[in-house]
C-alpha cells in the first residue's frame, strides 16, 4: 500500500510539472499575444490565417506567425520569451 501511495504522488508530480512548464507557458503566450494584438488597434476578426503556438527551444520563444485580412502578401510574427 505505502508504494502505491508513492507511485501516485510521483505521477501526480509529473503531471502537474508538465502542465506548468509546458501547457501554462503556452497559454501564457497566447494570451499575450492576443493582448497584444488588440493594443495595435486590431481584432481576431482581422486575421485570415494563424499558425499554431509553436516553441522555439533554442531561443526559448513562443511564436504563432499570422495572415491578417487586409494585408495578404506580409505574415507577421509574433513571438513571446519564456525564460524558463
Do not use: P
Not at 481584432?43 to 522555439?56: A, E, G, V, Y
Amino acid at each position: 500500500m505505502d508504494n502505491k501511495i508513492k507511485v501516485s504522488v510521483l505521477i501526480m508530480l509529473m503531471v502537474l510539472s508538465y502542465l506548468y512548464f509546458f501547457k501554462f507557458h503556452e497559454y501564457e503566450a497566447m494570451k499575450e499575444i492576443n493582448r497584444t494584438i488588440v493594443k495595435q488597434g486590431l481584432h481576431r476578426n482581422d486575421i485570415l490565417r494563424q499558425t499554431k503556438l509553436k516553441k522555439d527551444r533554442n531561443r526559448d520563444v513562443y511564436y504563432s506567425e499570422i495572415i491578417f485580412k487586409d494585408d495578404v502578401n506580409t505574415v507577421y510574427t509574433y513571438f513571446l520569451f519564456t525564460f524558463t
